[in-house]
């Protein structure tokens, strides 16, 4: 799955076969361990002013609130934040350019459960807000399921199940043990 966002994303550019991106198309891409870039003893809000185009700068605290990072939060010192503030903060850098088509792999993998739901509810937002283009790949694929407009589920390299969440939902449910199957 990684492989593949990061096809998808021109990160990795060893494969075989091809693909095109539409016209106009600009990729963002996020993956599991981005957030470990995001490292110093600046503030958030001097991060972000250091990295967003000089016609950002204005709206920066309106995204950062967006972000869940309102009043003084923005003057915390990048050293002391937590694995989920760093996502969303990485997050939030990489939205500071033009992109219309977001790829996220795994992006709350080394999350806890209340810094996963809080990057979810930002990128959900943000989804809502603009009309980005989102791709997940994601473990923690309950709280997404009923959020998306269409799954597809690969096993051992092939699409295993492709749909409508309400084609896919009742043939993954943990009532019929295929749920546990999904890898």
């Given at each position: 799955?990684?492989?593949?966002?990061?096809?998808?994303?021109?990160?990795?550019?060893?494969?075989?076969?091809?693909?095109?991106?539409?016209?106009?198309?600009?990729?963002?891409?996020?993956?599991?361990?981005?957030?470990e870039s995001?490292?110093?003893?600046?503030?958030?809000?001097?991060?972000?002013?250091?990295?967003?185009?000089?016609?950002?700068?204005?709206?920066?605290r309106d995204?950062?609130?967006?972000?869940?990072?309102?009043?003084?939060?923005?003057?915390?010192?990048?050293?002391?934040?937590?694995?989920?503030?760093?996502?969303?903060?990485?997050?939030?850098?990489?939205?500071?350019?033009p992109v219309?088509?977001?790829?996220?792999?795994?992006?709350?993998?080394?999350?806890?459960?209340?810094?996963?739901?809080?990057?979810?509810?930002?990128?959900?937002?943000?989804?809502?807000?603009?009309?980005?283009?989102?791709?997940?790949?994601?473990?923690?694929?309950?709280?997404?399921?009923?959020?998306?407009?269409?799954?597809?589920?690969?096993?051992?390299?092939?699409?295993?199940?492709?749909?409508?969440?309400?084609?896919?939902?009742?043939?993954?449910?943990?009532?019929?043990?295929?749920?546990?199957?999904?890898?």
């Amino acid at each position: 799955k990684s492989t593949l966002l990061r096809v998808l994303a021109e990160v990795d550019k060893n494969y075989t076969g091809s693909f095109k991106l539409g016209s106009g198309v600009k990729v963002g891409y996020f993956s599991q361990d981005s957030a470990e870039s995001i490292k110093g003893s600046e503030t958030i809000l001097e991060r972000l002013e250091n990295h967003a185009p000089l016609e950002l700068i204005p709206r920066l605290r309106d995204m950062l609130g967006a972000f869940l990072f309102r009043g003084d939060d923005v003057f915390k010192s990048i050293d002391v934040l937590s694995g989920g503030e760093k996502s969303r903060i990485a997050l939030l850098e990489l939205l500071l350019r033009p992109v219309n088509l977001l790829i996220l792999d795994e992006p709350t993998a080394q999350l806890d459960p209340i810094s996963a739901e809080r990057f979810i509810s930002s990128v959900l937002k943000l989804n809502r807000e603009s009309g980005i283009t989102i791709i997940i790949s994601e473990h923690r694929t309950e709280e997404l399921l009923p959020l998306c407009d269409k799954l597809i589920i690969i096993e051992n390299g092939e699409i295993f199940l492709q749909g409508s969440p309400a084609e896919i939902i009742p043939k993954i449910s943990p009532e019929n043990n295929f749920y546990h199957s999904i890898p």
